[in-house]
């Protein structure tokens, strides 16, 4: 299981954290994704991280204002996501998959997913 929080009701320009707990896997082993689908919107990638921790993407739309980090030992991957927009508004989700060899951004690759966290950002 994937389970998402940390999302709001958010100001333009503030900041929130995502965090998605992964259980019943070798959370270590996946590479690990963020997506978000907003209403009438194909569901996007945002950022994904290798299993090595050493290695990340981001989508064009949030680079330089988003970060996504992991902590195996808590089988955790965070979205610490700053001067939000409200274009950002959209649902976020988690995704993880045991044989991609590198971050990806295609939401098709991954076989597993939460359910999503709603982030809101009001102008």
């Known amino acids: 299981d994937l389970v998402e929080s940390g999302g709001g009701l958010v100001q333009a320009g503030g900041s929130l954290r995502l965090s998605c707990v992964a259980s019943?896997?070798?959370?270590?082993?996946?590479?690990m994704g963020w997506f978000r689908q907003a209403p009438g919107k194909e569901r996007e990638g945002i950022s994904s991280i290798n299993s090595d921790d050493d290695a990340t993407v981001y989508a064009d739309s949030v680079k330089g204002r988003f970060t996504i980090s992991r902590d195996n030992a808590k089988s955790t991957v965070y979205l610490q996501m700053n001067s939000l927009k409200p274009e950002d508004t959209a649902l976020y989700y988690c995704a993880a998959d045991f044989t991609l060899n590198e971050q990806n951004l295609d939401s098709w690759a991954y076989d597993y997913w939460g359910q999503g966290t709603q982030v809101t950002v009001s102008s």
């Open positions: 019943g896997l070798p959370f270590k082993d996946y590479v």
